[in-house]
């Protein structure tokens, strides 16, 4: 099974500024369920890859 993360910290930050961003249109949305989805979901998906980011050595 492929990692859910990247293997160098360039990839790495890329992926967790798309989380981030993904989070930042659920906001946009909040009033709505799915928009509450989507925040919930794309911020624990980024907390999850912070974590992942500062295991990476380059």
């Not at 990247?6 to 928009?35: C, E, M, T």
């Amino acid at each position: 099974m492929a990692r859910p993360f990247a293997k160098n910290r360039r990839d790495g930050a890329r992926q967790i500024s798309i989380a981030v961003v993904i989070s930042a249109i659920g906001l946009l949305g909040f009033d709505h369920p799915l928009g509450k989805l989507l925040v919930v979901g794309a911020s624990a998906v980024a907390i999850y890859w912070g974590f992942c980011y500062r295991t990476l050595d380059e």
